[in-house]
């Protein structure tokens, strides 16, 4: 089974900690949103895509990518993310998941957890998030990823 993990980190890196986690502990491909290509895409049997959250969504290169392929037929998919506040997760979750049912994929999976944040305050909230709990239940997530 091969997993390809899509991520958008932009300020604090907590997006990629998160998912080089995940890619490390099944020995999956990652890679940044920008680099993506279409073949990524069609050459994997599972998609993970996350990012931090911005405004409740998540990174827009993430649905530009969405944008850009053809229809999956069915593809398994995941979804991730880091965040300053859990709820501003599940409304960008909520978001994306109709794009993702759109190009055909099947959601079999979504994680999040709070990551350091400074879009409020300068000194910031969460400043030691992701830790390694959040890590230790990134790893535990992605295993069940591929049992599904």
Not at 17 to 24: G, H, L, V
Not at 37 to 42: A, S
Not at 44 to 52: E, K, M, Q, Y
Not at 94 to 118: A, H, Q, V, W
């Amino acid at each position: 089974m091969r997993v390809l993990i899509i991520y958008h980190s932009e300020h604090h890196q907590n997006t990629e900690k998160i998912a080089r986690t995940m890619a490390t502990k099944i020995e999956a491909e990652f890679k940044e949103a920008k680099d993506v290509t279409t073949e990524d895409i069609n050459n994997n049997d599972i998609i993970g895509f996350g990012s931090g959250v911005y405004n409740g969504r998540l990174h827009k290169n993430l649905s530009e990518i969405i944008d850009k392929i053809p229809y999956q037929d069915n593809k398994k998919s995941f979804i991730f993310s880091t965040t300053g506040s859990l709820s501003y997760s599940r409304l960008a979750h909520d978001r994306f998941i109709p794009l993702l049912i759109k190009k055909g994929f099947r959601i079999i999976g979504e994680f999040f957890c709070l990551g350091f944040d400074t879009a409020l305050t300068r000194e910031g909230i969460n400043k030691d998030r992701p830790n390694e709990q959040d890590l230790e239940d990134a790893e535990r997530f992605i295993e069940s990823i591929l049992i599904k």
